[in-house]
T-cell receptor, first 114, second 114 residues
Framework: ETGVTQSPTHLIKTRGQQVTLRCSSQ?????VSWYQQALGQGPQFIFQ???????GRGNFPPRFSGLQFPNYSSELNVNALELDDSALYLC?????????????FGPGTRLLVL | AQSVAQPEDQVNVAEGNPLTVKCTYS??????LFWYVQYPNRGLQFLLK??????LVKGSYGFEAEFNKSQTSFHLKKPSALVSDSALYFC????????????FGSGTRLQVQP
């Protein structure tokens, strides 16, 4: 198991609502990335945070936003939820001495939008 | 832009037999390649990576992968499959834009029969 934790594990929302997902990075890791994994597909990159700044974004609309805190933990916020937002949301952390290339993933949050 | 192809949706192998899960990639510049495994209702677990050096990379749980630059392939192998290896396997390539995000393939389901 990695040291990356995510909460909650499961979440049910209705269309139009807003949701916040949380991630604690592995100790010593300063970079957090978020991925969306729809059913039957590979994960897709949403965005990445380094030292509290967003420094990379995938092909996701602005209603997907995030934060990173001084302890490197992170939040993913999704506004105006749509049915297609139903997915497993994965957080990954990397970094530390030497700026490690390997991303270590948390267990994910499964979001269902009704 | 970078891309990864996993041509097989599913691979079936008998326990004790060797297994291969195929991956080809496209990226500008030097490839940074990864294999992850996903068990049901779990996040992604890192297996191994190729950044530079020997073309045969050894990883966790007895897995290894062979990097072939001329064929742009990074196939995952194991000499003797276990039933417990049954899972979903993802190949990924690091972003070539500097974001260092991962682009994943669509995944290959490995089924090891007793």
């Amino acid at each position: 198991e990695t040291g990356v934790t995510q909460s909650p594990t499961h979440l049910i929302k209705t269309r139009g609502q807003q949701v916040t997902l949380r991630c604690s990075s592995q100790s010593g890791h300063n970079t957090v990335s978020w991925y969306q994994q729809a059913l039957g597909q590979g994960p897709q990159f949403i965005f990445q945070y380094y030292r509290e700044e967003e420094n990379g974004r995938g092909n996701f609309p602005p209603r997907f936003s995030g934060l990173q805190f001084p302890n490197y933990s992170s939040e993913l916020n999704v506004n105006a939820l749509e049915l297609d937002d139903s997915a497993l949301y994965l957080c990954a952390s990397r970094g530390g001495a030497g700026g490690g290339e390997t991303q270590y993933f948390g267990p994910g949050t499964r979001l269902l939008v009704l | 832009a970078q891309s990864v192809a996993q041509p097989e949706d599913q691979v079936n192998v008998a326990e004790g037999n060797p297994l291969t899960v195929k991956c080809t990639y496209s990226v500008s510049g030097n490839p940074y390649l990864f294999w992850y495994v996903q068990y049901p209702n779990r996040g992604l677990q890192f297996l191994l990576k190729y950044i530079t050096g020997d073309n045969l990379v050894k990883g966790s749980y007895g897995f290894e992968a062979e990097f072939n630059k001329s064929q742009t392939s990074f196939h995952l192998k194991k000499p003797s499959a276990l039933v417990s290896d049954s899972a979903l396997y993802f190949c990924a390539v690091r972003d070539d834009t500097g974001r260092r995000a991962l682009t994943f393939g669509s995944g290959t389901r490995l089924q090891v029969q007793p």
